[in-house]
Nanobody, 124 residues
């Protein structure tokens, strides 16, 4: 089992940057596929980015490709989401998630553990 805690959210102007962090507990952090999801007010939670166990492969939603970068540091039990060129439509609560099985995972049901979320607000 792993517990996840996100941080780094806040208010930023359009065009700006933020870096989200996700701290994981436990000694088996490197055995989990990690992902970031987001949920805007009144909308369903959607996939943003994912990273394989070793960090060797990353994948993104089309809406953030080229602007967001996911990375991980298994030695520190950390996952990051660097968000650049932010837009108003990126405003949402961002969630970190961990999956025990699979590789390239883009749906909520494939993830087993979730953090509490961190709010990102982009002003236009």
């Amino acid at each position: 089992q792993v517990q996840l805690v996100e941080s780094g959210g806040g208010l930023v102007q359009a065009g700006g940057s933020l870096r989200l962090s996700c701290a994981g507990s436990g000694r088996t952090f490197s055995s989990y596929v990690m992902g970031w999801f987001r949920q805007a007010l009144g909308k369903e939670r959607e996939f943003v980015a994912g990273i394989t166990r070793s960090g060797g492969s990353t994948y993104y939603a089309d809406s953030v490709k080229g602007r967001f970068t996911i990375s991980r540091d298994n030695g520190k039990n950390m996952v990051y989401l660097q968000m650049d060129s932010l837009k108003a439509e990126d405003t949402a609560i961002y969630y970190c998630a961990a999956a025990r099985r699979g590789t390239y995972l883009e749906t909520q049901r494939e993830y087993d553990y979730w953090g509490q979320g961190t709010q990102v607000t982009v002003s236009s």
